[in-house]
């Protein structure tokens, strides 16, 4: 009767490593697959950045003569030079910067309170509001601007108020596609957070309480904001023509590109210098950004 204890357990044993070595296996084959795909991605996504830096350090004559498009024969810095040292370039920057900032902040302003009451306030209705948030943020703005530009020209007909061609009436447009998805980016992470600490703000200060533990949720929507209008480019094409009103996306192409002169070198230096300050927030940020989007996916 000893014995039986003795070698069940190895008989158990050796019957079941056939089962762990194949599922070690199958980690090993999906781990490959997995390099394999994001080896893929980063060289697909990689490429274009790359090729704008080639690019940027090349003349124009190097640019257009028929030599290897990837590699620098004369490499210069004459292309950030002249934008750097270009005043409509740095009001291009200042436009955008001053737009962003003061977006993002309208947004926050915004956001914060309708996604907590519609998250933590539950009132009859509520679920269907945010939804109807959500869905407003899926219109394109393809098919917005045209009815925005007939009711600004009424405004000024029957006002007197210019709106078009002023960088500030971005202010206003800019919103209405950072606001609706932000407010259901911090629903979902709101919903996240125990109901517990919603006892605790009444005690000692809402603020003081919530807004520390909802910081990544805030986060991912503030670089949204900021992205969106960073990069908008329909908007400002469509409501600002005058060089000291444009934004930088669209005085990029408008500066740059002359009747069928495409200036590249130009082009991608200040693509390059566009991207950035978006490029340096994601990389302190990232961590933030990806933990608010998570828990807005799954929550909500």
Do not use: H
Request: contains cysteine.
């Amino acid at each position: 009767m000893a014995t039986v204890p003795a070698t069940a357990p190895g008989v158990r044993a050796s019957a079941e490593k056939p089962r762990y070595g194949s599922m070690s296996r199958d980690r090993r084959w999906a781990l490959r697959w997995s390099y394999f795909f994001l080896t893929l991605f980063a060289i697909f996504f990689l490429i274009p950045p790359i090729y704008m830096f080639i690019t940027s350090l090349k003349t124009s004559t190097e640019i257009s003569a028929a030599t290897n498009p990837w590699w620098v024969f004369n490499p210069t810095l004459e292309n950030y030079g002249a934008l750097l040292g270009s005043s409509e370039y740095l009001v291009f920057f200042r436009n955008s910067a001053v737009v962003s900032i003061f977006v993002v902040t309208i947004t926050m302003l915004i956001a914060i309170p309708a996604a907590f009451a519609l998250s933590r306030m539950r009132f009859w209705g509520s679920t269907t509001l945010a939804t109807g948030v959500f869905l407003t943020y899926l219109i394109p703005e393809t098919l917005l601007f045209i009815p925005l530009f007939k009711i600004f020209a009424m405004v000024n007909e029957y006002t007197g108020i210019q709106l078009i061609n002023n960088w500030w009436v971005l202010l206003v447009l800019y919103p209405t596609l950072t606001v609706p998805f932000c407010t259901w980016i911090m629903i979902g992470y709101f919903a996240s957070i125990p109901k517990e600490l919603d006892e605790a703000a009444l005690i000692d200060g809402a603020t003081r309480i919530f807004i520390p533990v909802a910081l990544p949720g805030i986060i991912a929507a503030t670089i949204f904001a900021f992205t969106v209008s960073w990069a908008q480019f329909l908007y400002p094409l469509a409501f600002t023509t005058s060089t000291d009103q444009l934004v930088l996306p669209v005085g990029i192409v408008t500066t740059l590109i002359k009747g069928d002169v495409f200036n590249w070198g130009q082009i991608m230096t200040g693509a390059l210098l566009g991207a950035a300050p978006p490029l340096i927030i994601y990389a302190f940020l990232m961590d933030y950004y990806i933990a608010g989007l998570t828990a807005g996916a799954t929550k909500g």
